[in-house]
C-alpha cells in the first residue's frame, strides 16, 4: 500500500510540474493584447523562407507559465552559394 501510495503522489507530483511547464496549444498573435514575456524559448528559422510565412514563438510568462504564438513574418531569403 505504501508502494501505491507512493507512486500516486509521484506521478501526481511530475504531472503538475509538467503542467507549469508545457506550453498550450500555439494560439494566434494579437497585436491588442500585450504578451508577458519573461524568456523567450524558441522561435521558428525563417532564415531562407523568401515572402511571407507562419512563425512560432514559445515564450514563458513572469509567472512562470509556457506559451505559444503563432504569426506571421516576412522571411530574410538568404540562401548560401
Partial sequence: MKTLISLFLTL???SAMAAG???TAATSY?????L???KVVS???TAT?????PATMEYV??????????Y??????TTDL
Fill in 12 to 14: 501526481a507530483a511530475t
Fill in 21 to 23: 511547464n508545457e506550453p
Fill in 43 to 45: 522561435v521558428t528559422n
Fill in 36 to 38: 508577458d514575456i519573461a
Fill in 72 to 77: 506571421e513574418v516576412m522571411g530574410n531569403c
Fill in 30 to 34: 494579437n497585436p491588442a493584447q500585450p
Fill in 49 to 53: 523562407a523568401c515572402g511571407v510565412v
Fill in 61 to 70: 510568462d513572469h509567472q512562470g507559465q509556457s506559451h505559444r504564438v503563432t
